[in-house]
């Protein structure tokens, strides 16, 4: 009976050794299961072609990262922005993937997508995260805006349809 008293006596200092154990492997970021903190910066868009990730620039951006804190960007002159980034070759009349990578969780989005040529501007159909390229070649600015509950990012890319 004495010796269940002194396991039973144990059992407290046990658990109380193990918590103080994790709180301290917590601070140094061993792991991060309590108060987990998510990286809830803009997304990045993706386009898929070919097998290939082809990352595109963000143009403006107003998004929530924190409750009450946003990052924003301004982007005054589009078409400076889109001819100052590498251009990308895109097959024109094919289907192309389109993606954004967040961190953290990006609640009901609306992805829409449109060309640029000579300052008009063409929507271009998107759905189930595919772009629909038009039959025809020539340069583009390629928009595509993200609006999500977070805020809204705008990627850019001058892309080539040939």
């Known amino acids: 009976m004495k010796k269940i008293l002194q396991l039973l006596l144990l059992i407290p200092v046990a658990a109380i050794s193990i918590f103080i154990i994790i709180l ?19 997304p990045t868009g993706e386009l898929h072609v070919n097998g290939s990730g082809i990352i595109m620039e963000q143009g403006n951006v107003n998004w929530e990262v924190k ?12 078409k400076t922005f889109a001819q100052k980034e590498k251009k990308i070759d895109l097959p024109s009349g094919e289907d192309i993937g389109f993606s954004y ?20 501007k063409e929507l271009i159909t998107i759905e189930n995260s595919t772009i629909h390229l038009p039959n025809r070649k020539g340069t583009f600015i390629l928009e595509i805006n993200l609006v999500a509950e977070q805020g809204t990012v705008q990627y850019i890319s001058t892309v080539n349809l040939n």
Do not use: C, H
């Not at 492997?25 to 991060?32: L, M, P, R």
């Not at 409750?67 to 589009?78: A, C, H, L, N, T």
């Open 24 to 42: 301290i492997a917590g601070q140094f970021g061993f792991y991060n299961f309590i108060g987990e903190d998510y990286d809830t910066s803009p």
């Open 67 to 78: 409750d009450g804190e946003f990052v924003k960007k301004r982007v005054d002159d589009i």
């Open 101 to 120: 990578i967040a961190n953290g969780t990006v609640l009901e989005s609306d992805i829409t997508a449109q060309l640029w040529n000579n300052n008009k």
